[in-house]
């Protein structure tokens, strides 16, 4: 048995508005897990249908998408502050990476961020 396979994969939740974004995203996370280390399984869906999934412990967040914004990242915070969020978006804008720090994300990078990175 490979060590892997008694590794808890971990789910990532993924919310984006944009069709190709979301599917984008996801596949950033959906490959097999190297031995040693755990597999990443992407959950996409909306806000309210990740929020309501005690598993997930890490929520990546396009804020590229046109209705997610700052208050977004609150209203996650507020709902389950255990929940690790990534955002992902511009680069060059200072303010929002500030904000999105303060708002509740634990990271951000921006469009540019390689797979590996992300991962």
């Known amino acids: 048995m490979a060590a892997n ?4 994969p971990i789910r990532i939740g993924v919310i984006a508005d944009e069709p190709i974004r979301l599917a984008g995203l996801s596949s950033v996370f959906d490959q ?4 040693g280390h755990a597999q990443l399984v992407p959950v996409p869906g909306s806000m309210r249908e990740l929020l309501a999934q005690p598993a997930l412990k890490y929520l ?3 804020m590229q998408s046109a209705s997610l914004g700052l208050r977004s990242l609150e209203t996650i915070r507020r709902a389950r502050p255990d929940l690790r969020m990534i955002v992902i978006g511009p680069s060059g804008d200072e ?3 500030i904000n999105s720090i303060v708002a509740g994300a ?3 990078l921006d469009l540019s961020a ?3 990175t992300v991962r």
């Not at 396979?5 to 808890?8: D, G």
């Not at 097999?32 to 031995?35: L, P």
């Open 5 to 8: 396979q008694s590794i808890e």
């Open 60 to 62: 990546v967040v396009d």
């Open 114 to 116: 390689s797979p590996e």
């Open 95 to 97: 303010d929002l990476v």
């Open 106 to 108: 634990r990271a951000y």
């Open 32 to 35: 097999a897990g190297k031995e």
